[in-house]
């Protein structure tokens, strides 16, 4: 116990110097960054005027990304139907992924040997090949088959004939080698969401009378999304920015658009910027629905939801009022003592 002839204890706070260090450094890099992107720089011209007879000349300076360019080109005609047609494509090739992944994961699950093989072979070659040489072979699949057939193998029986040239469009081939790609990475994730269901579930639903399939749907899927939906969000935003590859078989999407633009004026890297512009706004957008999808269907097994970003900025301002109010709290105690 202290006595009266003791001194009055001071609190005094931990003071973090590494924080402090990486925050300075912090800080300094985003300066460095705002001024390189908002700085301006001479292009080597000049211009002249003659006011009250006397001729004052000034370098020309514009902007180091050109961003009057930028913002000129930004919601153009041409860019945003690249726009419409990138997001066309992303929604287009994850059904196809979605919907073919999870028939394949299910598959590979199977007591079948030849329905587990047959999907296991699936996801080594579209995992095993680039998706690039994906894109190029679809659009040139009537190269191989200039007519596809439907019929019954070993015989000249043909039930249907489609002409591959007319149906295999730049966008077709696009939606059809991404969607076939995706579905063996989607495989994958629906199998290690399906196998992370405790085997006791699928137990109580035999027991009670289930069939296979009423088990798979009503019990399996349900809880199986909270590890699904994670990778899945973000293979929904890597598919949004693997469609700019659909540039290279004509595909006028949103990098193409960009391409075609740049390739008549020659100004290269405020189109970039603008692509890169449309790519980070709509990544955004998804990454706030994937948030809040997961925070949904995290009710059954988190007691407290994560809070929402408005939520935790609200947080963080109070943490910082409350941090400076103590500040000035223990200043005037210092001060008063």
């Known amino acids: 116990m202290p006595t009266n002839g003791?001194?009055?204890?001071?609190v005094v706070p931990v003071r973090h110097v590494g924080r402090w260090v990486g925050a300075v450094v912090a800080l300094v890099a985003v300066a460095m960054l705002v001024h390189t992107l908002f700085s301006r720089v001479p292009t080597g011209q000049v211009t002249c005027h003659v006011v009250q007879g006397v001729r004052r000349c000034r370098p020309v300076v514009n902007w180091r990304f050109s961003w009057n360019i930028v913002f000129h080109y930004f919601t153009t005609r041409t860019i945003l139907d690249g726009l419409v047609l990138t997001i066309k494509l992303t929604v287009m090739a994850?059904?196809?992924?979605?919907v073919l992944g999870v028939m394949i994961a299910i598959m590979r699950l199977s007591h079948n040997r030849l329905l587990s093989s047959v999907a296991w072979s699936y996801t080594w070659f579209f995992r095993g090949t680039p998706v690039y040489v994906q894109l190029l072979f679809w659009f040139n699949i009537s190269a191989l088959y200039p007519t596809l057939t439907l019929g019954i193998p070993f015989t000249a029986v043909t039930f249907l004939h489609i002409n591959a040239t007319t149906l295999f469009t730049p966008a077709t081939a696009a939606v059809v080698a991404l969607g076939l790609n995706e579905a063996a990475y989607m495989s994958e994730i629906a199998r290690s969401g399906l196998i992370a269901v405790d085997e006791g579930q699928i137990e109580a639903a035999t027991s009670i009378g289930m069939t296979r399939s009423q088990t798979m749907r009503l019990v399996v899927l349900p809880q199986a999304m909270r590890v699904i939906i994670p990778p899945t969000g973000n293979e929904v935003i890597s598919m949004l920015k693997t469609t700019s590859l659909a540039a290279a078989i004509s595909v006028t999407e949103l990098l193409g658009a960009a391409i075609n633009i740049?390739?008549?004026?020659?100004?290269i890297m405020a189109l970039l910027i603008v692509a890169s512009l449309w790519y980070l706004i709509v990544t955004t957008i998804l990454s706030t629905g994937q948030f809040y999808l997961e925070r949904h269907f995290a009710k059954?097994?988190?007691?407290?939801?994560?809070?929402?970003?408005?939520a935790r900025l609200r947080g963080d301002l109070v943490g910082i009022a409350r941090t400076i109010r103590g500040s000035r709290g223990l200043t005037r105690r210092g001060a008063t003592s």
């Open 6 to 10: 003791d001194a009055e204890l001071r």
């Open 94 to 98: 994850m059904a196809v992924g979605i």
């Open 262 to 267: 740049y390739s008549a004026n020659y100004e």
């Open 300 to 310: 059954g097994s988190l007691r407290t939801p994560p809070p929402t970003p408005l």
